[in-house]
Nanobody, 114 residues
Framework: QVQLVESGGGLVQPGGSLRLSCRAS????????LGWYRQAPGNQRELVAA??????TKYADSAKGRFTISRDAKNTLYLQMNDLKPEDTAVYYC?????????WGQGTQVTVSS
């Protein structure tokens, strides 16, 4: 069983930055894919950014140029979010996959508001 614990969410003004962290119960290098999703009220959960194989990353169009996904050599995944906009408000979830298993964290709330 894999456990994922997110942290770093909060309230930030438009244009501000946040850094999300996801601590996994095993090495982040052991997962086939590892990334961040988000879900706003009334919306489906959507991909934000992910490692999709080795060091290859994938970003949502809305995240390109503003968000950066990274990981350390141990068990933590990060999402640096800059120039945040009100439409980035959502619960952000960490996701890890080792086929056929798909693991989710409990989520961390990000609210962008003045």
């Amino acid at each position: 069983q894999v456990q994922l614990v997110e942290s770093g969410g909060g309230l930030v003004q438009p244009g501000g930055s946040l850094r999300l962290s996801c601590r996994a119960s095993r090495s982040v290098l052991s997962f086939q894919t590892l990334g961040w999703y988000r879900q706003a009220p009334g919306n489906q959960r959507e991909l934000v950014a992910a490692f999709v194989g080795g060091a290859t990353t994938k970003y949502a169009d809305s995240a390109k140029g503003r968000f950066t996904i990274s990981r350390d050599a141990k068990n933590t995944l990060y999402l640096q979010m800059n120039d945040l906009k009100p439409e980035d408000t959502a619960v952000y979830y960490c996701n890890a996959r080792i086929k056929p298993q798909n693991y989710w964290g409990q989520g961390t709330q990000v609210t962008v508001s003045s």
